[in-house]
Each structure stands twice: as structure tokens, then as C-alpha cells.
């Protein structure tokens, strides 16, 4: 009787496992070479799409979900930077727990780390957000930017649009 135990754990676990992954809960992934941030169970991978040249960085910025820090300085939760790609550029930041949160990017082309204006105060470099939000009116409303992560391996795309 001692080993009908034994084999049945293992039996049980592959039986939970398999229950698991039938309601539709994800195994747990690595997180792809070159994710940056503080390391987390989560992360989300970000395809720029539409990036004109090889130069520069692509600038990730990672939002919580509070509208009074979205794009104001130090309102961040995270930076993450890759190098440019023309076409598309893919980069994978590190979240801190599953939730909703805002990602708005940009085209850093003289690698300066910051967003460059022109003297009017209008963007001088390729940008865009979470969700591709029309920008003809200004900056998009935070609700527009919003998106939730509930877990580790999702890819958003966003279209990067150039002055």
C-alpha cells in the first residue's frame, strides 16, 4: 500500500498540471535575452513598428496606471532603450506585477536619452503609445494609452509616427 502512495503523487501532479494548463493558465516563460528593467515573473515584449533608420535608440517607457504621472518628468516607472532598427524594433521590459499600465516610446536618432522639441515645443523625434491612440489633437487621453498585462510573454505593437 506504501507504494500506491508513492506513485500516485506524481500521477496527481501531472493530473493538476494538466488541469492547469486546459483552463487556460500559462506555464510560467523566461524572459527573452536583452529584457531590461528590474527582473519580475513579468514582462512584455514591444514591437516599434515603422522605425526610418538603423540610428539611435528606441526609447520604452513603462507608465503605471495613474494618470498624473503619464509623461510628466520622473513620472516613470522605467526607461528601457534598445538599439534602432529600421523597420521594426523589438524590446522586452521587465513589469512589476501583472496590472494595467501606459508605454509610450520614442525615437531617440542622436542617442541623447532625451526627447528632443523643436522650438515651438513640438516633438522633434518619432513617437507613439500603447493602443496607437490618434495624436492629430495633441497628446492622447490616458484612457486611450491604457493596457493590461495580466501576464508574463505578451507583444504589443506600436506604430511610431515622425514629425
Not at 506524481?10 to 523566461?30: C, D, I, K, M, V
Not at 516599434?48 to 509623461?71: C, H, M, Q, W
Not at 515645443?121 to 489633437?137: I, K, Q, V
Request: charged residues 15%; aromatic residues 8%; proline residues 7%.
Amino acid at each position: 500500500m506504501g507504494s500506491r502512495r508513492r506513485m500516485s503523487l506524481p500521477l496527481a501532479a501531472g493530473l493538476a498540471l494538466a488541469g492547469s494548463l486546459a483552463s487556460g493558465q500559462a506555464r510560467a516563460e523566461a524572459a527573452p535575452a536583452g529584457c531590461t528593467g528590474p527582473a519580475s515573473a513579468t514582462w512584455i515584449e514591444v514591437a516599434v513598428e515603422g522605425v526610418t533608420s538603423d540610428k539611435g535608440l528606441i526609447a520604452i517607457t513603462l507608465y503605471a496606471d495613474n494618470p498624473r504621472k503619464f509623461l510628466v518628468k520622473h513620472g516613470s516607472l522605467y526607461v528601457g532603450r534598445v538599439p534602432a532598427k529600421a523597420g521594426t524594433t523589438t524590446g522586452c521590459l521587465f513589469i512589476p506585477a501583472p496590472g494595467v499600465y501606459a508605454i509610450a516610446i520614442y525615437h531617440d536618432e542622436n542617442a541623447s536619452q532625451t526627447f528632443d522639441r523643436t522650438g515651438l515645443g513640438l516633438p522633434d523625434e518619432g513617437y507613439g503609445f500603447s493602443n496607437n491612440p490618434s495624436t492629430l489633437a495633441g497628446l492622447p487621453a490616458f484612457r486611450s494609452v491604457r493596457l493590461a498585462i495580466p501576464r508574463a510573454g505578451l507583444l504589443t505593437r506600436i506604430r511610431i509616427k515622425y514629425p
